[in-house]
């Protein structure tokens, strides 16, 4: 962590481990450093990026909470943080605009996972980190899928294990709408509507309110290299004469339509254990990487509940097909 930390203060970028997938790493307050996560990425510079704080009382330094607001989002980082919600707020001068893509607004959580905090105090600074993967691309959930995604580009990632929930974080923009605070849902995640809506009315984001350049909200994102199928019912599915098929399964059982409809090359269960969705979350992103390295024509998915935390799971499958949500 001492090296992280070190090369951080240099001016460089590492790939840290959060609960929710591996991040890459730079100081925020540091503009030419993270100029370097866009460059890494390819990420184009209209998609800002996700800043993480050591603890609750370093808000003040990125964002300006405004009055009407304070009593809403005491309550969700009372809540959720250290956690998966990420708060979209007014942004401080001090948060540079290449982190923020030139929004008014800068998007903020603090991990659970003790090394992202624990870099972050030993810095001193926030640090924006984004996805560590080449932007477009699936989520890296551990050490080596990082190594896949960026070995070479990147002097250090730091082996914090697997991420235990596996996708990535909720967004929301708190704001307000009609004279009542809302939460605008930017990207579905571990902190599900559910969660949200005992604090405040959730909705989906519309023109001109709590709307950005978000590529939680670009048509394709997390998306393999091999061609992703989502189909409304089991009997939508034809195969094509010489191709090959990989299914991803909820819980590989028959009932569903999918198991007995082809003669899958490869299956990969998302939930082969206990059959619930915290399990196929954790799991989405490690079979979509050996799925689309299986050599396949084309990946088959199931589609899921999209109750609670299957809103997340479901989002991630349709933009890995490149269907909007
Ligand atoms: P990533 O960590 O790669 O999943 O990307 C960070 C996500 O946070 C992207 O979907 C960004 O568009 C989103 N984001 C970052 N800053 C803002 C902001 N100010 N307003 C809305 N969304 C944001
Ligand atoms: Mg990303």
């Given at each position: ?36 996560i ?13 800043v ?15 009055e ?15 956690g998966?919600l ?14 923020t ?9 603090i ?12 810095l ?34 730091v ?6 929930e ?17 939460l605008w ?10 969660d ?7 909705a ?24 992703l ?11 094509e ?6 299914l ?46 299986s ?31």
């Amino acid at each position: 962590m001492a090296v992280a930390v070190e090369e951080l203060k240099a001016g460089g970028v590492v790939a840290l481990p959060t609960e929710t997938v591996y991040g890459l790493a730079a100081d925020a307050f540091n503009a030419e450093a993270v100029a370097k996560i866009f460059e890494v990425k390819k990420r184009p510079s209209f998609d800002p990026l996700i800043v993480h704080l050591a603890r609750a009382k370093d808000l003040a330094k990125v964002a300006v909470v405004p009055e009407e607001l304070q009593d809403l989002v005491k309550k969700l980082t009372k809540e959720f943080w250290p956690g998966p919600l990420t708060l979209v707020l007014p942004k401080t001068e001090a948060v540079p605009d290449i982190v923020t893509s030139g929004l008014p607004t800068v998007a903020v959580r603090i991990s659970k996972h003790e090394v992202m905090r624990g870099v972050a105090k030993e810095l001193g600074n926030p640090i924006a980190a984004p996805s560590a993967n080449i932007f477009g691309r699936i989520s890296p959930t551990s050490a080596s899928a990082v190594l896949a995604e960026l070995g070479g580009r990147i002097p250090l990632v730091v082996d914090g294990g697997a991420c235990g929930e596996g996708i990535e974080s909720t967004i929301v923009a708190v704001d307000m709408d009609g004279g009542k605070p809302v939460l605008w849902m930017l990207r579905p995640g571990p902190v599900t509507r559910e969660d949200l809506r005992k604090f405040a009315r959730v909705a989906k984001p519309k023109e001109g309110k709590g709307q950005v350049a978000a590529p939680g909200q670009l048509e394709s994102h997390y998306a393999p290299r091999t061609p992703l199928l989502l189909f409304e019912k089991p009997e939508d599915f034809v195969p094509e004469e010489g191709k090959t098929y990989g299914l991803l399964s909820y819980r590989g059982e028959e009932k569903d339509g999918y198991v007995g409809r082809h003669e899958w090359a490869v299956t990969e269960i998302m939930s082969p254990g206990s059959g619930k969705m915290s399990e196929a979350a954790v799991r989405l992103f490690h079979l979509l990487r050996k799925l689309d390295e299986s050599g396949v024509d084309a990946i088959v998915a199931e589609p899921v509940s999209t109750a609670r935390l299957g809103a997340a799971v479901m989002d991630r499958l349709r933009k890995a097909a490149g269907s909007a949500s």
